[in-house]
Nanobody, 125 residues
């Protein structure tokens, strides 16, 4: 059974940075695409970033482009989301996702098989 566990969320002031991690267990290889989504209170889940299984190709949502960076360390079975220049509107629960059926990047949440439990990010103004 594949499990994803996010960490790294917290409270930060506007303009600050956080790095989220997503540890994948239950697989010994790295043949899965990964992505990050977020959901703010009262809003639909939003695509944030996605990365190819090799780490060589990435894609970002318009609202985070230029501020967030997705990466992965396949040797550690861990994905990352570096978030810089954070804004109050980035406040949300952030979820990582993985899928082994496609190489990625995958932008659509419904195409992911595995999800983490989420980590909360709060950006104060």
């Amino acid at each position: 059974q594949v499990q994803l566990v996010e960490s790294g969320g917290g409270l930060v002031q506007a303009g600050g940075s956080l790095r989220l991690s997503c540890a994948v267990s239950g697989r010994t290889d790295s043949s899965y695409a990964m992505g990050w989504f977020r959901q703010a209170p009262g809003k639909e889940r939003e695509f944030v970033a996605a990365i190819h299984r090799s780490g060589g190709n990435t894609y970002y949502g318009d609202s985070v482009k230029g501020r967030f960076t997705i990466s992965r360390d396949n040797a550690k079975n861990t994905g990352y989301l570096q978030m810089n220049s954070l804004k109050p509107e980035d406040t949300a629960v952030y979820y990582c996702a993985a899928d082994s059926r496609n190489s990625g990047p995958i932008l659509t949440s419904s195409r992911y098989t595995y999800w983490g439990q989420g980590t909360r990010v709060t950006v104060s103004s």
